[in-house]
């Protein structure tokens, strides 16, 4: 039986749950992460829909999760401690159309690996422009994880570039569209420009961790 190290967040406010995490490693393949000892949230998404910037935004760094002027570009699962000892987890991101189709297999095979197979992961963020959410490959990686029973938060990046009627036309729509799907799904609204949606997004993930089993 899996045990994790015990949490200091628990008696904790999510506010400011993501906030002086550090960076601790870069892999390349999911066995070469660190022991499953704490939990993990997993990050993932489109190459162009934002990512980064939004790791960046929840944690409060400008440079934490490196912004790419290519998408696509960065290859490897980073690994960044919170202060509660749980751990964020920055996958790469996918569906960057100049990267060639071997690579894309190889991405692909990486991420379904970690997500349906990594033990101590309590929670997927999928990260998705709002202005084109559930993309097919988005709807794959809700596929993937979706069997494992555990909770996805989506964040809808970019929502500056839409107007308040654009937004709520676009909550609507990606709500109706999750409503279909299998798994526990949970959407909001997000802006890395406005700094927008970080006090909602918390609160929403900081759930995962308190219902994360510990050791004795």
């Excluded at 406010?13 to 490693?25: C, G, N, P």
């Excluded at 390349?28 to 990050?43: G, K, N, R, S």
């Excluded at 990267?99 to 349906?116: D, I």
């Excluded at 999928?126 to 938060?153: C, N, S, Y």
Aim: with cysteine; charged share 20%.
């Amino acid at each position: 039986m899996l045990f994790y190290m015990n949490l200091s967040s628990r008696c904790m406010s999510a506010v400011h749950l993501f906030r002086h995490a550090v960076f601790e490693t870069s892999v390349a393949h999911p066995d070469q992460l660190p022991a499953p000892l704490a939990p993990e949230i997993a990050f993932a998404g489109r190459s162009n829909a934002g990512k980064s910037s939004a790791i960046n935004t929840l944690v409060g760094h400008t440079r934490l999760a490196f912004v790419s002027k290519t998408p696509g570009r960065t290859q490897l699962i980073n690994l960044f401690r919170m202060r509660n000892g749980a751990a964020l987890v920055d996958l790469p991101g996918y569906g960057y159309a100049d990267v060639p189709e071997k690579v894309r297999r190889e991405w692909q095979g990486l991420l379904e690996r970690y997500l349906t197979r990594r033990e101590n992961l309590v929670g997927l963020v999928l990260i998705m422009d709002a202005r084109r959410p559930f993309t097919d490959l988005d709807r794959q990686m809700v596929e993937w994880f979706a069997t494992t029973g555990r909770p996805i938060h989506c964040l809808l990046t970019k929502a500056d570039k839409l107007t308040r009627s654009e937004q709520a036309k676009a909550l609507k729509a990606a709500k109706d569209a999750a409503a279909a799907m299998l798994g526990s799904i949970t959407l909001q609204l997000f802006s890395s420009l406005k700094k927008t949606g970080i006090e909602d997004a918390e609160r929403a993930i900081a759930p995962w961790l308190e219902t994360a089993p510990t050791s004795p």
